[in-house]
Nanobody, 121 residues
Framework: QVHLAESGGGLVQAGGSLRLSCVAS????????MGWYRQAPGKQRELVATKTRAGTTTYAESVKGRFTVSRDNTKNTAYLQMNSLKPEDTAVYYC???????????????WGQGTQVTVSS
């Protein structure tokens, strides 16, 4: 089917930076949107940033000006550049892709396994 492979998580001090990567593979016809969600223990999963194939971006208000989402459509890859990290950014970050497979005409959501981001104070 479709697999999303995430990397780039880790431990960083407040004010530091990290870059997450997500590579999609499988029976892909097109990826119409890719982005990132995060979930802290005891909290709801929330949207962080997403980008459509056409280039439209959406950001959570809490990360605007600090995080940047980008895509390399030819490589089925998405990135999340995280700057000026805060302790409240600590969470498991999940890659999300809205994928149209070679077998269907509609988009389906796929999720990565998640990568831990920890920001120390």
């Amino acid at each position: 089917q479709v697999h999303l492979a995430e990397s780039g998580g880790g431990l960083v001090q407040a004010g530091g930076s990290l870059r997450l990567s997500c590579v999609a593979s499988g029976s892909i016809f097109s990826i119409n949107a890719m982005g990132w969600y995060r979930q802290a223990p005891g909290k709801q999963r929330e949207l962080v940033a997403t980008k459509t194939r056409a280039g439209t971006t959406t950001y959570a208000e809490s990360v605007k000006g600090r995080f940047t989402v980008s895509r390399d459509n030819t490589k089925n890859t998405a990135y999340l550049q995280m700057n000026s990290l805060k302790p409240e950014d600590t969470a498991v970050y999940y890659c999300n892709a809205k994928v149209r497979t070679i077998d269907e005409w509609y988009d389906t959501d796929y999720w990565g396994q998640g990568t831990q981001v920890t920001v120390s104070s």
